[in-house]
């Protein structure tokens, strides 16, 4: 058959551009990043009950919104990166150690993000194995891959920086709704072509796109996720702008976590991806996302084991790392004129 499985195949050794690598020394037990992940689990659950039931309850109760319970929000969208994360180690199976398991709570927090879960794996392990190839780098402007004027580019990349990568997420599940081959021109002309091996990311994609089974998946937990929020929304009833906001925010943050351990990350560098500074607490709340590019040259280790990697780094004076806040706002430069070596 034509179609490959992108999720078999970016897993596979040869589909990773990441350097061997050894396994640390005294890495985290999988039981203790099992523990961390119910744990977790836990806290994405709770945060997600109180933003789609819990506050229009409250706002109800109080007649309305008060900014006592609009300052509640915070909490909620700071539970975003576990939410993501959670969904992430699902991606790499490494949420639950039986893979059925696994495979059922990364879809069922994907529909309470309302992220389509299928599209995002594969998306997810197609960025793994080709990372920063012409399709998967939004922040830069090359005349050779880049398609249009500048300020069309420019505009794009900051659309996609302030939300738009959600928002296409939100909506990217109505091509599993339309025919396969109108599903399937959409897609390859999104993708595109470019590139020394744009012609088999755009196939990879297209395929994905059509293929029947997923579709399947697709259209089921898009109806699921949009039965769970407009069951908030009329929950909410006048209020309904706080739901939007709070959806916003969040998709937000997805937005720009996604975009910068990569921004203008050249192509030889080690694993096309960096690391970055921040205080432990706020690790686990990333759940080590900061320490990207430990995660691209160790793709099937938990995250609780790559602090032990970047330490050992740091240790022999290699790969120094920036601050997170400096790397998030430094992003809004805009476009990189090149990312090839040298």
Do not use: C
């Not at 589909?15 to 039981?31: K, L, Y």
């Not at 659950?45 to 409250?58: R, T």
């Not at 970055?276 to 320490?291: D, T, W, Y």
């Amino acid at each position: 058959m034509e179609f490959l499985s992108a999720e078999s195949e970016a897993l596979s050794p040869s589909a990773t551009r990441a350097e061997p690598a050894r396994r640390p020394t005294h890495s985290p037990q999988p039981s203790t990043a099992a523990r961390m992940n119910a744990a977790l689990f836990a806290v994405a659950f709770a945060a997600l009950s109180y933003e789609l039931i819990g506050l229009p309850l409250l706002l109800d109760a109080a007649g309305g919104p008060t900014l006592a319970l609009l300052a509640t929000l915070a909490p909620v969208v700071l539970a975003t990166p576990i939410h993501w994360g959670l969904i992430h180690e699902g991606i790499h199976g490494q949420l639950a150690r039986e893979r059925r398991v696994n495979e059922r709570l990364a879809r069922a927090l994907s529909i309470g993000l309302a992220m389509p879960f299928d599209a995002v794996r594969f998306g997810h392990l197609m960025h793994h194995r080709f990372t920063r190839e012409p399709f998967d780098r939004p922040d830069v402007h090359d005349t050779h891959d880049a398609s249009g004027p500048r300020w069309r580019r420019r505009v794009a990349y900051y659309g996609r920086l302030m939300g738009g990568l959600y928002l296409a997420e939100l909506l990217l599940p109505l091509l599993a709704f339309m025919p396969g081959r109108l599903a399937r021109a959409i897609i390859e002309r999104g993708v595109g072509a470019h590139g020394r091996e744009g012609v088999q990311v755009q196939r990879l994609f297209a395929n994905h796109a059509t293929d029947p089974v997923r579709r399947r998946r697709a259209r089921r937990d898009w109806l699921a996720s949009l039965a769970l929020y407009a069951a908030s929304f009329a929950l909410y009833g006048k209020a309904w702008p706080v739901l939007l906001a709070a959806m916003y925010l969040r998709g937000l943050w997805l937005s720009l976590a996604d975009n910068l351990p990569h921004y203008g990350v050249a192509l030889d560098e080690p694993g096309r991806a960096r690391d970055f500074r921040v205080p432990r607490a706020l690790g686990v709340m990333l759940m080590n996302h900061h320490l990207h590019r430990q995660h691209h040259l160790h793709p099937t280790l938990p995250w609780t084991a790559l602090p032990a990697l970047v330490h050992a780094e740091e240790a022999a004076g290699v790969a120094p790392r920036t601050g997170y806040l400096a790397a998030v706002l430094r992003q809004f430069k805009g476009l990189q004129p090149g990312v090839d070596p040298g």
